[in-house]
């Protein structure tokens, strides 16, 4: 199959499937999603994002109609049935299927599964970013169905020629990106937002952190900010497609370029661990 569609056992190329119209997600966005790639028919880090999706689940009184060893077999059944073993892999469990109320039911909720062609960017040129105000909500650390804020936030850097949203509070406080995790180099020293309610604790953050500590490279989970972000020696942004993205203009402004030799022992170790995992 060239792409894959799936909802509560029924699958599909993605143009010939559907959904009932009173899915809950069609009115309240009301569902958790989780994604991640693979590569040679091999999903990367698939226990990790599978415990965040029922973390997630969980946060949001959302019970997932199959056990964590069952959706995995299922997410490997599936993948098999591409063309290409290079693939994004996106699954998402709506709380339910039900005249519109905001008061729900309890019960099993509906499992969906996408599937298109990708393959894991190297990140071998520097990102544009520019910066705005973070309105969202406090369910940051839940990966919820409510998107609405990332995509305006990703066509504010669209229609600015750049590639990515970073975000700040009020106070000025960096949280994350429009759809990644973000992070700078300052001194030798990672700094990166503390997995609270502000930010989705990211599997690929969870990486970067881990392969710091393994390459000896510092790291500080403590708030940094606007003035940090600014002064930064490296501004890296993470997603699980996007293993180590780095920043080369800010706001229209060159940043970064002052810890080449940090950021790229980070990039191709991350790189190289998918790989490994992957073959």
Known sequence: MKTLGYYNGTFAELDKMMIPFNDRVCFFGDGVYDAGPSRHYHLFALDEHIDRFYNSAALMDIQVPCGKQELKELLNELVQKMDTGDNFVYWACSRGTGVRNHVYEKGPGNLWVMIKPETIDPCSAPIKCVTAEDKRFYYCNCKTLNLLPSVLYAEKAYQAGADETILHRHDGRITECAHCNCHILKDGILYT???????????????????????????????????????????????????????????????????????????????????????
């Open 193 to 279: 937002a503390p997995t609270d309610d502000m930010i989705l604790p990211g599997i690929a953050r969870a990486h970067l952190v881990r392969m710091c500590r393994k390459l000896g490279i510092g790291v500080s989970e403590t708030p940094y900010y606007m003035e940090d972000l600014k002064q930064a020696d490296e501004i890296i942004v993470t997603s699980s497609s996007h293993v180590c993205m780095y920043v080369g203009e800010l706001d229209g402004e060159p940043v970064g370029g002052k810890d080449s030799e940090t950021l790229f022992r980070l990039r191709d170790a991350l790189y190289e661990e998918i790989c490994n995992a992957t073959e």
